[in-house]
T-cell receptor, first 113, second 118 residues
Framework: DQQVKQNSPSLSVQEGRISILNCDYT??????FLWYKKYPAEGPTFLIS?????DKNEDGRFTVFLNKSAKHLSLHIVPSQPGDSAVYFC????????????FGAGTTVTVRA | GAVVSQHPSWVICKSGTSVKIECRSL??????MFWYRQFPKQSLMLMAT?????????EQGVEKDKFLINHASLTLSTLTVTSAHPEDSSFYIC??????????????FGSGTQLSVL
């Protein structure tokens, strides 16, 4: 039973344009959301997070938006760069101190030069 | 950032054999490590929480006698897939928690192990 879903397995975007990655969740108890980035042959690394008390969190080129009523979050990367080509995982937990994360299946982003 | 080393990165074994996967935190002590499994095109699924010096906590549906977890030191957790069968073929990945890091940076992942059981 996948509680976190990333329905787009892949995304191709031109360098300089915006990348928008989507994530939906079903568990209303989820309170904290994270995005991880994974390069081939490496483990996922933390990218950005958001608590349910916020609807937006920005860090440089990366912004995460949360719509609690829709149980939906998205990651915006702007402008996209070739180094952003990776697999992006959405993850959720029931609290900021709960490290038992539920993950989506990932979205592979390819940034074209 | 902190480094978590996972070995082997891939393994092929015969059905019925056991396979051990190691997860090491190289520059920090990890009292808690997590083991995940990912089937193709599916999510990373948490299998168990490994606690140093105590028994692991398994998620519902994960057979503890089949997936043996040992966390005997603050820097090493091992996952042993016992009597492996083809349906155990999957991508296994560990993560370790560094309590000395700022919250968002507390969790670090190994690079994963691709297990293929023939």
């Amino acid at each position: 039973d996948q509680q976190v879903k990333q329905n787009s397995p892949s995304l191709s975007v031109q360098e300089g344009r915006i990348s928008i990655l989507n994530c939906d969740y079903t568990n209303s108890m989820f309170d904290y959301f994270l995005w991880y980035k994974k390069y081939p042959a490496e483990g996922p690394t933390f990218l950005i997070s958001i608590s349910s008390i916020k609807d937006k969190n920005e860090d440089g080129r990366f912004t995460v938006f949360l719509n609690k009523s829709a149980k939906h979050l998205s990651l915006h990367i702007v402008p996209s760069q070739p180094g952003d080509s990776a697999v992006y995982f959405c993850a959720a937990s029931t609290s900021i101190n709960d490290y038992k994360l539920s993950f989506g299946a990932g979205t592979t982003v390819t940034v074209r030069a | 950032g902190a480094v978590v080393s996972q070995h082997p990165s891939w393994v092929i074994c015969k059905s019925g054999t056991s396979v051990k996967i190691e997860c090491r935190s190289l520059d920090f002590q990890a009292t808690t490590m997590f083991w995940y499994r990912q089937f193709p095109k599916q999510s990373l699924m948490l299998m168990a929480t490994s606690n140093e010096g105590s028994k692991a906590t398994y998620e519902q549906g994960v057979e503890k006698d089949k997936f043996l977890i040992n966390h005997a030191s603050l820097t090493l957790s091992t996952l042993t897939v016992t009597s492996a069968h083809p349906e155990d073929s999957s991508f296994y990945i560990c993560s370790a928690r560094d309590l000395n890091r700022a919250h968002n940076e507390k969790l670090f992942f190994g690079s994963g192990t691709q297990l293929s059981v023939l």
